[in-house]
T-cell receptor, first 112, second 115 residues
Framework: KNEVEQSPQNLTAQEGEFITINCSYS?????LHWLQQHPGGGIVSLFM???GKKKHGRLIATINIQEKHSSLHITASHPRDSAVYIC??????????????FGKGTKLSVKP | DAGITQSPRHKVTETGTPVTLRCHQT?????MYWYRQDPGHGLRLIHY???????DKGEVSDGYSVSRSKTEDFLLTLESATSSQTSVYFC??????????????FGNGTRLTVT
């Protein structure tokens, strides 16, 4: 079992729909990251959170540390939101600098 | 956008040849990383650097070496390219300890094909 699991793997939505992407992890973490990868391939960091909720525009990220679960929500989805969304967990044991574990991504397609 | 430039953006090379990919940053960030991205896998760490001449291995480091002689440049070398190293390679930087305390900023990737 992967240490970071995302669901669904693929998601198709109609413009305007509310979208939820889930991320579950099995390791202790110091932070959880949400990334966006557009069809052109570039990767952008959307959120880094260790508790509670963060909001940026139409995007909301939440995390429940006790349940080891995070969600990314997109309100009023738009075709330009079509991308792969990746969650990454940062292990909370010290020392290793590059100790991010990445999920395999959720491919979102928003139809007009 | 963070100033990260990867070069080349695309490369085709033959099995057995050495290949060097370059990552250049203008942010003066301490931490730099090389990842590879393959279908069916999440991003996987190859090597990372926590300062000039300070580097360490990631989970998929076999067949790769790195060097960091200046803060701004992090080079990834495939000593003798193999077809299994066909992949998209991403460089990333972070100001603080990668992942835990600071967001990562990614370059645009290098698509490498080994024939």
């Amino acid at each position: 079992k992967n240490e970071v699991e995302q669901s669904p793997q693929n998601l198709t939505a109609q413009e305007g729909e509310f979208i939820t992407i889930n991320c579950s992890y099995s390791v202790g973490i110091s932070a959880l990251h949400w990334l966006q990868q557009h069809p052109g391939g570039g990767i952008v960091s959307l959120f880094m959170l260790s508790s509670g909720k963060k909001k940026h525009g139409r995007l909301i990220a939440t995390i429940n540390i006790q349940e080891k679960h995070s969600s990314l929500h997109i309100t009023a989805s738009h075709p330009r939101d079509s991308a792969v969304y990746i969650c990454a967990a940062s292990r909370n044991y010290g020392g290793s600098q590059g100790n991010l574990i990445f999920g395999k991504g959720t491919k979102l397609s928003v139809k007009p | 956008d963070a100033g990260i430039t990867q070069s080349p953006r695309h490369k085709v090379t033959e099995t057995g040849t050495p290949v060097t990919l370059r990552c250049h940053q203008t942010e003066n960030h301490r931490y730099m990383y090389w990842y590879r991205q393959d279908p069916g896998h999440g991003l996987r760490l190859i090597h990372y650097s926590y300062g000039v001449k300070d580097t360490d291995k990631g989970e998929v480091s076999d067949g790769y070496s790195v060097s960091r002689s200046k803060t701004e440049d992090f080079l990834l070398t495939l000593e003798s390219a193999t077809s299994s190293q066909t992949s998209v390679y991403f460089c990333a930087i972070s100001e603080g300890q990668g992942g835990g305390n600071s967001p990562l900023h990614f370059g645009n990737g290098t698509r490498l094909t080994v024939t």
